[in-house]
């Protein structure tokens, strides 16, 4: 399984891209949300967190592999639960991303039907089993900012990891979220997991 493509993007157009890696040259699928952040950046190196899956018809033996891109591990594995979800395909899940997983997760998590129903191809019946499927996987994905540049996924991906730190050290995942929530108020964006860790427990081991 290819989990990370490095190369020189080249064509990017809607649904997909280009990254030439040495001689040879691969179509990514994107969605739009990735796309954005891709369509100012032709000709400089990129790195894309991948999935595979094959596409076509197992019993016409017409199976063609495919790639899905995204600029962070974190977005990539929300992808992969979105598709979990009963009549949501990759097909489906890539046109639905249209806007950022903080902002998709936030929905699924306040149960907000009407707002996951905007989104393509999910009506109201496909946005009820997101949330009835999802809402309890959300807190570390609601966490996620959407990228203040073109490619910028660092700090996002540093709160999130930090996220599934705090719980693998035993906080709940409500108290995993406050403190992540409070890392985000802070003015120093941490670099890191480790730094972002310093941080809570400095602060909550100040004096009151």
């Given amino acids: 399984m290819i989990k990370r ?8 157009e809607f649904g997909s891209i280009e990254i030439a890696v040495g001689p040879v040259v691969h179509e990514v699928l994107v969605p739009e949300l990735v796309r954005r952040d891709l369509q100012a950046r032709g000709g400089q190196s990129v790195t894309l967190h991948t999935l595979e899956f094959l596409e076509g018809t197992p019993g016409r033996g017409n199976l063609v592999p495919r790639l899905v891109g995204f600029l962070s591990e974190v977005e990539r594995e929300f ?23 903080g902002e998709i997760a936030r929905a699924i998590e306040e149960q907000d039907a009407a707002a996951l129903a905007t989104l393509p191809g999910i009506g109201a019946a496909t ?4 949330i ?12 996620l900012v959407a990228r203040e540049a073109p490619g910028d996924a660092g700090p996002a991906d540093v709160v999130a990891e930090t996220f599934d730190v705090l719980r693998s050290l035993g906080h709940s995942d409500a108290d995993a979220r406050r403190l992540c929530d409070g890392l985000r108020a802070e003015k120093k964006k941490p ?18």
């Fill in 127 to 130: 946005a009820e089993r997101m």
């Fill in 5 to 12: 493509i490095a190369g020189t993007l080249g064509r990017v």
């Fill in 132 to 143: 009835a499927k999802l809402r309890r996987r959300m807190p570390k994905f609601a966490l």
């Fill in 191 to 208: 670099r890191d997991v480790q730094e972002a860790l310093e941080a809570i427990y400095r602060t909550m081991h100040k004096p009151r």
């Fill in 79 to 101: 992808f992969d639960l979105f598709c979990e979800v009963d009549g949501v395909g990759v097909r489906k899940a890539l046109r639905a991303m249209v806007r950022p997983v």
